[in-house]
């Protein structure tokens, strides 16, 4: 599993590498323009700039998404499938530790964009005082609750964990059903629609039956909708597996 | 001791027979040829081999493991296409080699690598289609794996590069494990396998030994290519 991990980030890092260092320096120079330029006041040329940067920031979140996509794509039926179904590591530990990996990069890149949205508003004269002040009011509130703050963390990972899951089996199964991309996107983006339509009926079902629920930082949660987010989960992730292993050819 | 059994296995693609009731056994310390036109079901029968390929009905074995991820430790395997991943230098492909392959020896690597003529800090992106297949070669040969298949080891490579093959072939062949060969060069093969499998169609329409087929026929394995697929 480790050495799965290490190969899943390699491959992260190799892609990401000249995006993420790209990103940096454009960002490095929008604040340095800004903050050069920044008198007070508000002009067309400093929203453009403004504009420019929020699109580096939301590039931030998609870039990892449909690397995620694409990588997965490549993996089960590009030219380096050879070597990726050649390896002689059951299957179920490929597609954790794809899922480790990708859950891990996204979380990184959520914490690198809101770094770079704190440190956007200090050029606009947001002080390093109210950011170190807010930074410490949350912090007083996750440590009044960590219950909450550990489980509010856990049902974030989980919920993102299940979304590229979904992703995941709605390749594979359109890789078996056909290898040619023309006819397989088209098919996986059919199977993920469906697969949620289905999820939220199902979900809208469960809602009618009376069970225990639980409160979230204002949001109330059932538990036999958390239960049947569970048993989903596992059984994505159980179907993947064993498509990749006796079902994906390269 | 058998090292891969094969039991009448075939392989469809909805309405086409890719292969059809093929039957092999190697043995330790042999090496075979497996010679067919394209389209003969060649790759097919080597990817199933591999384990890249399910096959529909029939029996695979390897050192009496039926077909999985176990087999997939006791194959090494050489595509006919490029497999590796642009942004690697020839020393990342090792590591990866070292890292997930248990039976990759370094050190018949590196000789290996001397001898095609590379050096670990290449790049991959930056090699030609003759630098690549030596590559990949070398990393397959380097892993005393119980089976080695080779899907044309020697397509889209100039003369000198096809000696370099060969030898890493021969240097990198043990009498402990077997090969299975693929190649339209037939010649280039003929004095060193020693069993020989002719693919039509699907199906095996030839086989045996290689010596006793030549004395048999009085014909080389290339003429006898010819005059089987001729017809």
Known sequence: MKKLLSFELLKKWKTYKIALISVIILQAILMLVSRLTFDNKFDIALGFIMFIYVLTIMLMFCFPLIEIMYRYNKDLSGKQSVLELSIPIISWKKVLAKLIVSVGCIGFFILLALASLILYSAVFGYSSETISSDFISLFNQIIAAPDKFIIGLIYGVFTLASFILTIYFCITLSKVISHKNKIAVPISIGIFIAYNVALWFIAQQINKIPAVSFNLWGSNYSILASVFDIVMFALVFVGTSWLVENKIES | ?231
Not at chain 2, 146 to 173: C, H, N, T, W, Y
């Open chain 2, 1 to 231: 001791m058998v090292i891969l059994e094969v039991e009448g296995l075939s392989k469809k693609y909805l309405s086409k027979q890719a292969l059809k009731d093929i039957n092999i056994t190697i043995e330790k310390g042999k090496i075979v040829g497996l010679f067919g036109p394209n389209g003969s079901g060649k790759t097919t029968l080597m990817k199933i081999v591999a384990g890249l390929i399910q096959p529909t009905g029939g029996k695979l074995s390897i050192c009496e493991h039926n077909l999985g991820y176990i087999t997939k430790s006791l194959v090494a395997y050489l595509p006919d296409s490029d497999f590796l991943y642009d942004w690697m230098k020839i020393e990342d492909a090792k590591k990866i080699y070292v890292k997930f392959f248990d039976d990759f020896n370094t050190q018949k690597f590196n000789e290996l690598l001397e001898l095609m003529q590379l050096s670990c800090n290449m790049k991959v992106k930056s090699l030609s289609k003759g630098m690549k297949e030596k590559l990949s070669i070398t990393l397959t040969l380097s892993r005393d794996a119980k089976l080695i298949v080779l899907d044309e080891p020697l397509s889209g490579v100039d003369p000198i590069a096809r000696e370099q093959i060969l030898q890493a072939i021969l240097k990198g062949f043990s009498f402990e494990s077997s090969m299975l060969i693929t190649s339209h060069l037939i010649n280039e093969f003929e004095n060193i396998i020693d069993e020989v499998y002719y693919l039509k169609e699907g199906q095996i329409i030839l086989s045996g030994n290689v010596e006793m087929i030549k004395d048999e026929r009085h014909k080389t394995l290339d003429e006898l290519y010819r005059e089987v697929f001729a017809q």
